[in-house]
């Protein structure tokens, strides 16, 4: 099995800063990909930022030029710096993982979720 274990969210005022961390840990042979999802409350859950192996990276129009992915590849960690944060960011932020395990068998994983709440 694969964990993910996730950090960093709060509570920031807008104009702030944030770091998210998910670890991946567990039967991993290699990963494909790490991104980063968020869902609103009464909202669908939606991709904020992807990154994957062959070093491409995309980005949600709305977090294009403020949020930049990053990974720690020895670590199996996944990174999303989140600058210039606005009302509309507050969400439940998850990690996603997907790769394959020790037994040849692709896996897809999702982290517990950490709530960011972006209020003055």
């Known amino acids: 099995q694969v964990h993910l274990v996730e950090s960093g969210g709060g509570l920031v005022q807008p104009g702030g800063s944030l770091r998210l961390s998910c670890a991946a840990s567990g039967s991993i042979w290699s990963i494909t990909a790490m991104d980063w999802y968020r869902q609103a409350p009464g909202k669908q859950r939606e991709l904020v930022a992807g990154s994957n192996t062959g070093g491409s990276i995309n980005y949600a129009d709305s977090v294009k030029g403020r949020f930049t992915i990053s990974r720690d590849g020895p670590e199996n960690t996944v990174y999303l710096q989140m600058n210039s944060l606005k009302p509309e960011d507050t969400a439940d932020y998850y990690c996603?993982?997907?790769?394959?395990?020790?037994?040849?068998?692709?896996?897809?994983?999702w982290g517990q979720g950490t709530r960011v709440t972006v209020s003055s």
């Open positions: 996603h993982v997907s790769g394959r395990d020790y037994i040849g068998e692709n896996f897809r994983a």
